[in-house]
C-alpha cells in the first residue's frame, strides 16, 4: 500500500446550525452545533491538511446565523472550502442571492487545484424550489423537475433535493476533459449524493452517475444531506455521504480524509464511520 496520502481534507457535513429549539421528531440539536465545529476545528488544527470541506448546511435557517457559524471556523489553520446545501437557502428572499457570497465562495460552482487534484465544487441547488424567488427562470424548471420525477415514481422526487442546469452540465463536462487530459485526478463535492440510491439524491442523479463512468480519473464524489451516511463504489469511483453533525444533542459528525493512490482513508469520529475503501480502475 502507498504510505503517503496524496491529498487529506478535513469533512464537516450538516452543522444546520441556528439559535432555535431542538427538533425531536428528527433528534437534530441545532444549537450545539456551534461547539460540535469547535471540537472538529480543534481536531483539524492537529492535523496536516490540505483543506477543510463543509459539504453544505452549514446552517439550518435565517440569515442571521452565519455570522455565528462562520465565526468558529476563524481558528482554523487550513484553507476552508464552503458549498451551499438547501438549509442555507432558508433565508428570507432578499438574501437569496448573496448566499454564495456569504460563504466566499468565488463563483455558485468552479473548480481548482488542490495537492495536484482537480477539485470541483458543484451547485446542486441551482434548479431547486428554494435558492431563487419564486417566478424566477429556474425555479419555474424545478417545479416542471419535480413534476416529471414524481410521475415516474423516483425516490428522489422531493421538494428538498435539486438539480444542476445544462449550464453547468456543460462547465463540468469542460473541466472533467481538462482534466482527463492533463492527467488530473478529480474530487468532486457537492451537498447532495447520486449513489446509493435513496430519496436524497441529486435530481440527475443518473445523468451524473452515466457522465462519471466515462471518466477513469474521477476518485471520489463527497457530500452530505443525507444525514445517515453511506458509501458506495462504482465504476472506480467512490461515492461517499457523510453523517450529519446536527443530529443527536451530544455526539458529533465528522471526518479526516486520506486518498491515497490504491485507496480512500476516512478516519471518522463521534457518530461518523471509519471505512476504507479500495480503488480498482
Not at 428528527?26 to 469547535?38: A, M, P, T, V
Not at 463540468?172 to 492527467?183: K, T
Request: one cysteine or more; proline letters at 5%; aromatic letters at 8%.
Amino acid at each position: 500500500m502507498t504510505q503517503s496520502p496524496v491529498l487529506r481534507l478535513g469533512i464537516i457535513a450538516d452543522p444546520q446550525y441556528a439559535d432555535v429549539d431542538p427538533n425531536l421528531v428528527l433528534d437534530r440539536h441545532f444549537r450545539q452545533s456551534l461547539g460540535k465545529l469547535e471540537e472538529a476545528i480543534d481536531v483539524f488544527n492537529g492535523r496536516e491538511l490540505d483543506a477543510v470541506v463543509t459539504l453544505g448546511d452549514l446552517i439550518d435557517r435565517d440569515w442571521e446565523s452565519f455570522d455565528p457559524a462562520l465565526a468558529v471556523y476563524r481558528r482554523l489553520r487550513h484553507k476552508a472550502l464552503f458549498l451551499p446545501g438547501n438549509h442555507d437557502f432558508s433565508v428570507a428572499a432578499e438574501h437569496l442571492g448573496d448566499v454564495h457570497r456569504r460563504l466566499g465562495m468565488p463563483a455558485p460552482y468552479y473548480d481548482l487545484l488542490l495537492a495536484g487534484h482537480r477539485v470541483v465544487i458543484l451547485d446542486g441547488s441551482e434548479v431547486s424550489l428554494f435558492a431563487v424567488p419564486e417566478g424566477h427562470a429556474r425555479r419555474e424548471q424545478a417545479k416542471a423537475r419535480l413534476k416529471a420525477l414524481t410521475e415516474e415514481g423516483a425516490a428522489n422526487a422531493q421538494r428538498w433535493n435539486g438539480g444542476l442546469s445544462e449550464a453547468q452540465f456543460a462547465w463540468l463536462g469542460e473541466v472533467l476533459d481538462h482534466a482527463r487530459d492533463d492527467g488530473e485526478p478529480v474530487v468532486i463535492l457537492c451537498h447532495y449524493p447520486i449513489a446509493p440510491q435513496n430519496a436524497h439524491d441529486l435530481w440527475d442523479a443518473q445523468r451524473l452517475l452515466d457522465m462519471l463512468a466515462t471518466y477513469p480519473n474521477v476518485r471520489a464524489w463527497l457530500c452530505g444531506h443525507n444525514h445517515a451516511g453511506n458509501a458506495v463504489t462504482c465504476d472506480g469511483t467512490h461515492y461517499v455521504t457523510f453523517k450529519g453533525m446536527v443530529d443527536t444533542p451530544d455526539r458529533n459528525a465528522f471526518a479526516v480524509l486520506s486518498l491515497y493512490e490504491d485507496r480512500l482513508d476516512i478516519e471518522g469520529f463521534g457518530r461518523e464511520e471509519s471505512r476504507v475503501l479500495k480503488t480498482e480502475k
